[in-house]
């Protein structure tokens, strides 16, 4: 596999087309599981450097990005595909909810409706066993240090869905749909300058490469994010809004991180 993260959670991370990362998760009996597969290639050589069986393929959302090797994975392995937005998906057997549990590989995954990117994004929660930690998997809602783009959804919505996230225990492992963290982090120090942890974080990458970054935490995200981090005084005196409500500060973030 191409990564080892975790001693509870040997989740592969595979860099895909220019900044996407897919994500392979082993479980039971060699069976695994496969998150956001843009492409099928090398999802495929994995699989059988390992010796492992593609049961599931969980999707985030329908961009082409994430879904591009969806349909020779299922003609490939007959494997079920979850996912929330058949209209966009067509490959999709089981159309996921919030809240629902789904059970596989010897995992107990939670989804999470995360509108925002797009209308019908889902994030799904690995739930902790045995007193160890969960993951989660955001796709391209909540990445480190940032989140996505605003395409079908007001702000609110998205600040909605994060909320949710921030929620999960701190030590829950976060693993974005993309690695965006070098820019993320040079964006959040132009409206939080003193956040000592992203300069810490960014000398670690600018050295190791920033995939060293990932998993991040939701602890971690917390000191750093700048979309969780909306109570900063710092944030608020830097975008000119003491006294604005939560939300207003989301959106002047996102704002101007789209002009970034």
């Known amino acids: 596999m191409a990564a080892s993260i975790d001693a509870e959670y040997p989740i592969g991370i595979i860099p895909a087309m220019q900044d996407n990362l897919i994500y392979l998760l082993p479980g039971t009996n060699s069976c695994c599981a496969v998150i956001d597969p843009g492409e099928a290639e ?40 979850l996912g929330s937005d058949l209209r966009r998906t067509p490959e999709i057997n089981i159309v996921v909810q919030d809240d629902q549990l789904v059970d596989m590989c010897g995992f107990r995954i939670r989804v999470i409706a995360a509108p925002g990117h797009t209308s019908s994004s889902v994030c799904y929660y690995l739930e902790p066993d045995g007193g160890g930690k969960g993951a989660v998997f955001t796709g391209d809602t909540l990445f480190i240090c940032g989140c996505g783009r605003l395409f079908e959804c007001a702000a609110q919505q998205m600040f909605d869905s994060i909320k949710r996230l ?26 939080e300058p003193n956040n000592m942890a992203i300069r810490r974080q960014l000398e670690v990458l600018n050295r190791d490469g920033s995939l060293a970054a990932i998993p991040s935490s939701m602890g971690f995200e917390k000191q750093t994010n700048p979309f969780l981090r909306t109570q ?18 989301f959106a002047e973030l996102r704002r101007r991180k789209d002009r970034f």
């Open 42 to 81: 090398m999802v495929l050589t994995l699989l059988e450097q390992a010796k492992l069986t593609l049961t599931h393929v969980l999707l985030t959302h329908g961009h082409s990005d994430h879904t591009g090797g969806v349909s020779l994975l299922k003609k490939k392995s007959g494997c079920s595909v």
């Open 166 to 191: 921030a929620a999960l225990p701190d030590d829950t492992l976060l693993f974005p749909g993309h690695d965006y963290t070098v820019e993320n982090m040079r964006f959040a120090l132009t409206v």
């Open 232 to 249: 900063s005084p710092d944030i608020r005196r830097t975008l000119n809004l003491a006294d604005a409500p939560d939300e207003q500060v």
